[in-house]
């Protein structure tokens, strides 16, 4: 292995999980892949709020007929104090400060973030797990870095029920939104990654308090 590869990352082989050290980057992992085969010297940076972690692959159910990989890197470090900001700049996430766990959807993927756990639901494989834990893991630390320009925000928030958006929608699934169902995009809409004006049937007349009623209920979740 070379030299620029072992002052850049620490990778430990398991059969369930890696460990790695930060810096690392998606194209470092790439670079470097060599670094699963065998341990790699560290190279750790103690003025980052998260330095290091060790991952974990497992299946769960992600619905009725298939199972989903997940992984979950336990943190080396407590990362609590980024919650607030992280909470203020994550459209549709849920938080609870009093029991410091912070959610939020990227794609398809649930992410939930604990002082000393990440996980990440719906990853394809290893390679795919180590990519979204060094990206979501550097999102913390980017967070926390920018924290002097944030406003942290400690305010419990909680998603809008999907189901009573849907209930509130005009439906007849025009696909005008860019979805495929009315349900998709109420359930879009719930965890804050959808625009209610994307739903052009709300804009007419005949629907102006339901749009009103639903602009509500999104205000008041996040």
Request: aromatic share 8%; charged share 20%.
């Amino acid at each position: 292995m070379g030299a620029r590869a072992g002052a850049l990352c620490r990778w430990t082989a398991a059969a369930t999980g890696l460990g790695v050290r930060f810096p690392v980057s998606w194209a470092w992992l790439e670079a470097f892949r060599g670094c699963l085969a065998e341990p790699c010297p560290g190279w750790y940076n103690a003025d980052m709020l998260l330095g290091s972690y060790d991952t974990e692959i497992t299946t769960m159910a992600c619905d009725s007929h298939a199972q989903c990989l997940a992984v979950f890197a336990h943190l080396h470090q407590d990362v609590s104090e980024a919650l607030p900001y992280l909470n203020a700049v994550l459209p549709g996430a849920v938080y609870d400060h009093a029991a410091q766990v912070l959610t939020w959807k990227s794609g398809s993927r649930e992410i939930s973030l604990r002082p000393r756990l990440l996980a990440i639901s719906d990853v394809a494989d290893r390679d795919d797990a180590a990519r979204q834990a060094a990206e979501f893991a550097s999102l913390i630390n980017d967070t926390w870095e920018r924290r002097a320009d944030i406003t942290p925000n400690y305010r419990k928030r909680l998603r809008a029920p999907a189901l009573t958006m849907y209930r509130m929608l005009p439906g007849g699934n025009c696909k005008a939104c860019g979805e495929e169902t009315c349900w998709i995009f109420a359930t879009k809409l719930s965890a804050g990654v959808a625009d209610l004006d994307a739903c052009t049937a709300l804009l007419a007349d005949t629907y102006a308090g339901r749009r009103i009623a639903l602009r509500d209920l999104l205000a008041g979740a996040h």
